[in-house]
């Protein structure tokens, strides 16, 4: 089972602020099957990134995401107040599928 | 634009079997496999299983000793059984579009099932 593990648990910041999330994979992932999600109190998670730097549909293109085999990284450029949630990578490149523990992103 | 929607008992005692079932209002449901998820304050969240039109199945080595995942077709619909539930299973269950090669697109409203005596 791939081990995923995001850094740091909680960010303090800003609006306007740039974040960088991290995505640690105990192994490879393959064919970078590495995909990004933001989650909302009450509400499921939502697909933002795919393949580790494709956007999924309607995502504006502020967040972006980067790296292959085991380091990943989704970038927000600019903070926006609705961007304020609970982020997760997943692999969906070996069974089980798996998810990291979140990275918190709250208002300072 | 994919329309899920998903039911089932949202209490149980333990030792009882959790029951769900989502159904898929679209064309698309032949062509993907479905997959169950949960999402605890403990476990985070966590793969179940996976499911095509066909009755293929995928599990969750972790959990597959207790779930059976079931496809009706005819009614576009997918359904999860959890059997011998403990407060562990305690979670929100959600049912999804996506699988092994592929990212989850699509997402029910999610279940809260509880276990407690």
């Known amino acids: 089972e791939i081990v995923l593990t995001q850094s740091p648990a909680t960010l303090s910041l800003s609006p306007g602020e740039r974040v960088t999330l991290s995505c640690g994979a105990s192994?490879?992932?393959?064919?970078?099957?590495l995909a990004w999600y933001q989650q909302k109190p009450g509400l499921a998670p939502r697909l933002l990134m795919y393949?580790?730097?494709i956007r999924a549909t309607g995502i504006p293109d502020r967040f972006s995401g980067s790296g292959s085999g085991t380091d990943f990284t989704l970038t927000i450029t600019r903070l926006e107040p609705e961007d304020f949630a609970v982020y997760y990578c997943q692999q969906y490149g070996s069974s089980p599928l798996t998810f990291g523990g979140g990275t918190k992103v709250e208002i300072k | 634009q994919v329309q899920q929607q998903q039911w089932g008992a949202g209490l149980l005692k333990p030792s009882e079997t959790l029951s769900l079932t989502c159904a898929v209002f679209?064309?698309?449901?032949?062509?993907?496999?479905w997959s169950w998820f949960r999402q605890s304050p403990g476990k985070g969240l966590e793969w179940i299983g996976e499911i095509d039109h066909s009755g293929f199945t995928n599990y969750n080595p972790s959990l597959m000793s207790r779930v059976t995942i079931s496809v009706d077709t005819s009614k576009t619909q997918f359904s999860l059984k959890v059997t011998s539930v403990t407060a562990a299973d305690t979670a929100i269950y959600y049912c999804?579009?996506?699988?092994?090669?592929?990212?989850?697109?699509?997402w029910g409203q999610g279940t809260l099932v509880t276990v407690s005596s």
């Open positions: 999804a579009r996506g699988d092994l090669a592929s990212p989850v697109d699509y």
């Open positions: 679209d064309g698309s449901f032949s062509g993907y496999y």
């Open positions: 393949e580790a730097s």
């Open positions: 192994q490879g992932v393959s064919s970078n099957y």
